[in-house]
């Protein structure tokens, strides 16, 4: 037997020698070596599928920081608006976003893209992952309460029209053209505004026109109430996948193969790192408990804050970047539920604010010209740019959808619990009591 498997090792070894030398490779017509383009490709596409994968991540991060009663209708909102998110940048989001913009406004050509280049096909790939991100930031801080098929609506909005045009402002054309803010020097590598931000601003209008979950405020004292989340370790583990995710998700956006995507991704590492370490001091400093979603926010908003400066700063600076935004994003949550804001996930915060924080970072810490005021000066006019469109439109969006299809559900399917209202399904059957929550018995609740 080991002579025989001797023998073997010695045949594949002749077999790859002969196949390796350069005369065959001569012979049979075929480059030994990929060309620099196929090795983009194939970056850009393992970049693509770690973006797709943070969805998965924000699933069970939403769903675990939701009530058992809504768990499936959380996931399926996740899980659907990738679906109709990624045909409608397709379709109408690409084109806006970068196809030719002369205006510096707005792409005019690109609109369902076909009979391009596979280059062309790589890059709307990896950008539909990230007009479904955007989209789904806002599902998280409106769980619970929104109706399924209104929420879907908004996604479409959001992922065509809304995400596309700030984005067209930053980073447009990818054809011929420039974005206004781009054409300023606007510093946003991988989207600190263009997707977190902008995701977190629309889920603020949606938040407002929701309003709070019953129960979430004492209707005497105005103070919050406890409504825990039904999975802690869906949350962490929510957490990690979307960490995971965010290495494509920044070494990505180098659109190619290049020796630099070392420091972008070891600046992920380490925002992420310092902004769960500022999120627990500040937690010990304000006398809390140092709670599961405070820890994974914190690394959340360090994430979302170096996304934008990642490939332009020192490491030094991308831990003190994670820490502020982490810190920034904490104090914002605390305001949005003194106001009476109801954010079930702190999507505003984690997104929106630490978005904007570390955007303004990204303008202070430029290695080579730090605190340059020209420059943060443009970043700052990014951000409020940034708030004032996808807030404004996305209050305008919500406020249509409430009225015409009406966006939070009735009072008794909240109560109930929208996985049974919504889809008639539940995540957890063995600990139902079945012969009370049945569709017959529902049949008559609000729609």
Not at 190 to 207: D, E
Not at 375 to 403: N, P
Not at 412 to 421: N, S
Request: aromatic fraction near 12%.
């Amino acid at each position: 037997m080991k002579d025989r498997t001797q023998f073997l090792i010695y045949c594949c070894a002749m077999i790859i020698g002969v196949i390796a030398q350069p005369g065959w490779a001569a012979e049979t017509g075929t480059d030994p070596m990929p060309s620099k383009e196929a090795i983009d490709v194939l970056w850009l596409a393992m970049a693509s599928a770690l973006v797709f994968f943070m969805q998965a991540g924000f699933a069970l991060l939403e769903s675990g920081m939701s009530r058992a009663k809504n768990c499936v209708n959380v996931v399926m909102k996740n899980f659907s608006d990738v679906c109709v998110g990624s045909l409608f940048f397709w379709l109408l989001g690409f084109g806006l976003m970068f196809g030719n913009n002369p205006s510096g406004w707005y792409g005019t050509s690109g609109f369902m893209l076909d009979n391009a280049s596979t280059w062309d096909y790589s890059f709307l790939l990896f950008q539909t992952m990230f007009a479904a991100t955007a989209a789904t930031i806002a599902s998280g801080a409106m769980a619970e309460r929104a109706r399924y098929s209104s929420y879907l609506v908004g996604a479409v909005v959001i992922c065509a029209v809304i995400y596309p045009v700030f984005g067209s402002w930053a980073w447009g054309s990818f054809y011929e053209g420039e974005g206004w803010l781009a054409a300023l020097g606007f510093i946003d590598f991988a989207g600190s505004s263009v997707v977190h931000s902008v995701g977190g601003w629309v889920a603020l209008a949606a938040i407002i026109v929701l309003g709070p979950r019953l129960g979430r405020f004492d209707p005497v004292t105005k103070k919050a109430r406890p409504l825990p989340g039904h999975n802690l370790n869906f949350v962490v583990l929510g957490g990690f996948i979307l960490w995971f995710g965010w290495f494509g998700f920044n070494g990505g956006s180098t659109l190619a193969a290049q020796e630099n995507i070392g420091l972008i991704n070891l600046n992920t590492q380490l925002a992420a790192s310092a902004g769960a370490l500022g999120s627990m001091l500040l937690m010990v400093a304000l006398r809390k408990d140092i709670s599961v979603g405070g820890i994974v926010n914190g690394a959340l908003s360090g994430l979302v804050g170096i996304t934008a400066g990642c490939a332009t700063m020192e490491p030094v600076f991308a831990i003190v970047t994670g820490a502020l935004c982490a810190m920034f994003a904490f104090m914002v949550g605390v305001i949005l539920l003194s106001n009476g804001l109801d954010d079930v996930v702190g999507a505003v915060s984690v997104h929106g604010a630490a978005g904007a924080a570390g955007t303004i970072c990204a303008g202070c810490f430029v290695n080579g010209d730090l605190f340059n005021m020209a420059t943060i000066t443009v970043q700052l006019l990014g951000v409020f740019a940034c708030f004032v469109w996808s807030f404004g439109s996305g209050l305008v969006l919500f406020k249509l959808i409430d009225l015409v299809l009406g966006l939070r559900a009735g009072t008794l399917h909240e109560q109930r619990g929208l996985d049974y209202t919504e889809h008639d399904e539940i995540a957890y059957p063995e600990f139902v009591q079945h012969s009370f929550y049945t569709r017959d018995n529902l049949s008559n609740l609000d729609k």
